[in-house]
């Protein structure tokens, strides 16, 4: 089974401060296909970075994403009043098994 | 606008059973896969389904295997979710995500959900 752990489980911070969130996996993902979403209350998720580190279209570049094999990396340089969600790592790299990370939160 | 729009939640039984649609616009919906993803209340997101491009193909986890069917009407740019033995802890938003391939990829597009309570 493939397992994604977020770290840590929430991350408390100030606007302005920078938030460094860590996705590791229990196998190394293929071709670095690991991808970040932001999901706020009552919304849908929404697809900030894929393969590990190609930010989606539309998406700041205060977003950045690195790593490769079993850790991972989603950094907000300069946090955002808007920036204050749940972020989660997802890994598409052991298809057709597609697999979710726990969420890390962001609060101020 | 690529656009998904889910439908057909509702309050079911345990045991009973509950269809979803996935509506898509904006884009050539023959040429993507199409995943389901469900978030249980106060909880993370958790995958259930895809569907390849043409339909030949389907996955599954486990934990709704042999309950779950996903199918396709290229014709009609719909995607559909048969739920059946359901559970109280299939509890929650249903999710349809467009792939960004047509056998695998990121979820480049969601809709904004569908909400399913199995409760007596």
Redesign the interface.
């Known amino acids: 089974e493939f397992v994604l752990t977020q770290s840590p489980g929430t991350l408390s911070l100030s606007p302005g401060e920078r938030a460094t969130l860590s996705c590791r996996a229990s196998q190394t993902i293929s071709s670095n296909f690991l991808a970040w979403y932001q999901q706020k209350p009552g919304q849908a998720p929404r697809l900030l970075i894929y393969g590990a580190s190609r930010r989606a279209s539309g998406i700041p570049d205060r977003f950045s994403g690195s790593g490769s094999g079993t850790h991972f990396t989603l950094t907000i340089s300069r946090l955002e009043p808007d920036d204050f969600a749940v972020y989660y790592c997802q890994q598409y790299g052991n298809s057709p098994e597609w697999t979710f990370g726990q969420g890390t939160k962001v609060e101020v | 606008q690529m656009q998904l729009v889910e439908s057909g939640g509702g309050v079911v039984q345990p045991g009973g059973s509950l269809r979803l649609s996935c509506g898509a616009s904006g884009f050539r919906f023959r040429s993507y896969g199409i ?1 389901w ?1 469900r978030q249980a209340p106060g909880k ?4 259930v389904a ?1 569907i390849w491009h043409d339909g030949d ?1 389907k ?1 599954y ?1 486990d934990s709704v295997k042999g309950r779950f069917n996903i199918t396709r009407d290229n014709s009609a740019n719909t995607v559909f979710l048969q739920m059946s033995r359901l559970k109280a802890e299939d509890t929650a938003v249903y ?1 349809c ?1 467009k792939a ?1 391939g047509m ?6 597009v ?4 569908t909400t399913v309570t199995v409760s007596s």
């Not at chain 2, 993370?44 to 995958?47: A, C, E, F, K, T």
């Not at chain 2, 056998?103 to 480049?108: I, K, Q, V």
């Not at chain 2, 969601?110 to 959900?113: I, P, Q, S, V």
């Open positions: 995943h993803v993370g997101l958790d995958w895809f193909k996955s986890p999710y995500a960004s056998s695998n990829g990121y979820m480049d969601w809709g904004k959900g």
